[in-house]
């Protein structure tokens, strides 16, 4: 590896000319003189009191007075916070709190993450800073699972899932805040529910956004949004080393594991390394050939805990990653844990004691090609603001080191400045039945951050015809329901049970249709 520019040891805390200048206030009151937990009406336990002592140490705990302010005079603000900096955790909390005995009726606050994974463990953590029950108070709602009750407050959710909550209440009257977190993903979904946002912001004033980004670059959230405020939260960060490789990786996953086993074996400080990679089955068999590679080098080496994380792996399995690193060895040699993920470590999960960083420079993405009309999940090169988070992840606790598996040349002249969003390249037609269901008819004017090509005649062929197939086709579905509900008859499920196969995949077409869209 040779020494390439140090990107991580600035100050990032240094924000534009342009945004709100944030004081460091901190509110008079003391959180510790509160005896009673307004949320349950039940006496706080000594754990509450414990992770309070721990969340005012977080770097964005300093800005709460200024966020309030700058949430009552705004109704949409920009926030930029580095992954650490406890924005995710901290501010639903605090809205939480504005929101409390502002509306004459009770107003939940809802906070979106582009991933399960993410949701279910931060709404745990949450319940906990809390002091209440997971799917009471504090909540989350993902695909297949909704951990909430009637007396949920605090609802993490993944974006689609807020999707889905407003095509039954179209100006989400449930809520008094929406967060958008981890907005710099630009997912398809985010992306949707943005516009969305942005058209319900016209008719309910009383609404509060917030957008909530990873990366500095947060100038198009603030112009998309009228100008909106932004306030920058520094991260606790440390200098990060960045090495590169002097010729590009053949198979960057012999190279990744090799670089593994060398981190192992010749650092002689103590911490964990993070180690980026793209899918399950590629994680997999990282963990395998890592630990046998470890298992042969005898009792003088350190343990080296090798740990999994992927989106589908069961939450009792994701937990691992907050798991103590074993301990050393009679001789001195250090034990590690390494956590082999894919890029939900970049932002979404905040995993402490991580030192050393190997970053191959490739992730999936979702690729639409629109000459077959097939979807599908392709390894690509990742961008710069990618590779930057990944680095990041090695400054956290102590100075860290950063292996990049390709070279100093690429990540300058090859890699993209930002990661392409995804409405750019998907299947426009999922769009056009998003927002179909939303209740949007004006489909070509909708406001999007990055608005599709609409000149292109192919797109413009494919989906006039859809889309006029689909109007037609919803219209008698209206018509039938207003039928059915004038004479109150039941919506029961077709009946399957005919021999003939085409008649039953009709009957289940024309059903889903009809009972879904």
Not at 109 to 128: H, L
Not at 470 to 495: E, G, H, P, W, Y
Request: aromatic fraction near 8%; hydrophobic fraction near 35%; proline fraction near 5%.
């Amino acid at each position: 590896f040779s020494d390439g520019p140090d990107n991580h040891a600035r100050d990032r805390s240094r924000s534009p000319d342009n945004h709100v200048k944030v004081k460091q206030n901190a509110s008079n009151k003391s959180p510790f003189t509160a005896q009673t937990n307004p949320y349950n009406g039940k006496s706080f336990s000594a754990k509450y009191f414990e992770l309070l002592r721990k969340r005012i140490k977080l770097p964005v705990w300093e800005y709460k007075e200024n966020f309030f302010q700058t949430l009552s005079e705004n109704q949409v603000t920009v926030l930029v916070g580095e992954t650490g900096s406890g924005k995710t955790t901290q501010i639903p909390q605090w809205c939480l709190e504005w929101v409390t005995g502002r509306y004459p009726t009770k107003k939940a606050v809802a906070c979106t993450q582009p991933r399960r994974v993410a949701a279910m463990s931060v709404a745990q953590r949450v319940s906990e800073e809390m002091d209440v029950e997971l799917g009471q108070e504090v909540g989350y709602s993902i695909r297949f699972e909704d951990c909430t009750s009637s007396r949920t407050v605090m609802k993490y959710m993944t974006d689609g899932m807020l999707l889905r909550e407003g095509m039954s209440d179209p100006l989400l009257e449930a809520y008094g805040v929406i967060l958008l977190d981890e907005a710099h993903e630009r997912t398809l979904a985010t992306d949707i529910l943005m516009g969305l946002l942005k058209e319900i912001t016209k008719q309910r004033l009383d609404l509060k956004i917030v957008v909530m980004s990873a990366t500095l670059d947060a100038g198009k959230f603030q112009d998309y949004f009228h100008k909106a405020p932004l306030m920058t939260v520094p991260g606790r960060t440390h200098p990060v080393e960045i090495f590169y490789t002097p010729e590009p990786e053949r198979d960057y996953l012999e190279a990744a594991i090799r670089t593994v086993i060398q981190i192992h074996m010749c650092e002689e400080i103590e911490g964990d390394i993070l180690l980026f990679l793209t899918g399950q089955e590629e994680i997999e068999e990282a963990c395998k050939r890592i630990q046998r590679e470890v298992d042969g080098l005898g009792p003088d080496v350190g343990e080296l805990r090798c740990i999994p994380l992927y989106s589908t792996l069961p939450p009792n399995l994701q937990q691992r990653i907050f798991e103590s690193p074993p301990p050393k060895r009679a001789n001195g040699a250090v034990g590690r844990k390494v956590v082999v993920s894919t890029n939900i470590a970049e932002t979404s999960l905040t995993i402490d004691g991580v030192v050393f960083v190997i970053d191959p420079g490739f992730a999936k993405q979702k690729v639409y090609n629109p000459r077959i009309r097939v979807e599908s999940l392709l390894v690509t090169a990742i961008s710069k603001a990618s590779a930057q988070q990944r680095a990041g992840r090695a400054g956290r606790t102590r100075p860290g080191k950063c292996f990049r598996l390709y070279t100093e040349k690429a990540y300058t002249n090859e890699m993209q400045e930002n990661t392409y969003p995804e409405i750019l390249r998907s299947n426009l037609g999922t769009v056009v039945l998003q927002l179909k269901k939303l209740g949007i008819d004006d489909l070509v004017h909708f406001d999007f951050m990055d608005p599709p090509d609409h000149e292109d005649p192919q797109w413009c062929y494919d989906n006039f015809i859809n889309f006029r197939s689909l109007k037609s086709a919803d219209n008698v579905r209206v018509q039938l329901s207003r039928i059915m509900d004038r004479f109150s008859l039941r919506r029961s499920s077709t009946d399957f049970t005919s021999r003939d196969y085409y008649i039953n995949i009709r009957k289940a077409l024309v059903s889903g249709f009809f009972m879904q869209v």
